[in-house]
């Protein structure tokens, strides 16, 4: 007997935190949309961090920080609430001002798509 499996996405809350005129937000944001178009029904809410006070009322951990559900997926464990520029390291070393877009499609369980779509 053959079963088809769909996968299905639950429910996500995604939010962008950025600091004013961050040179990194777009580069998230336009990852993020590619990211999104095989999501349907997933929203993105973007928050602007002007203080240390928001930066850990919100869980921001630099700029710009995506939460997953409430959580940073990128930051370490113990890694302290910052306004501040981030940097995230990928698979292969390199340092950049955003997650590429496979690693979002990996934190957000999206299926692969072909890189000639794919921004970064």
């Known amino acids: 007997m053959l079963t088809t499996r769909t996968k299905e996405v639950a ?3 995604l939010e962008m935190l950025t600091v004013p005129r961050c040179p990194n937000e777009s580069v998230l944001a336009e990852r993020l949309a590619v990211v999104l178009a095989d999501l349907p029904g ?10 240390q006070e928001d930066a ?33 390291r990928s698979a292969d070393g390199r340092v950049d001002g955003a997650p590429s877009v496979e690693e979002l499609r990996r934190v957000l369980g999206a299926p692969a798509r072909s890189a000639t779509r794919e921004v970064g």
């Open 11 to 13: 429910a996500v809350r």
């Open 42 to 51: 997933v929203g993105l809410v973007r928050h602007v961090v002007e203080d």
């Open 56 to 88: 850990e009322r919100l869980g921001m951990h630099g700029s710009p920080t995506l939460l997953v559900d409430g959580n940073d997926p990128y930051a370490a464990p113990g890694t302290p609430p910052s306004v501040s520029c981030r940097l995230y």
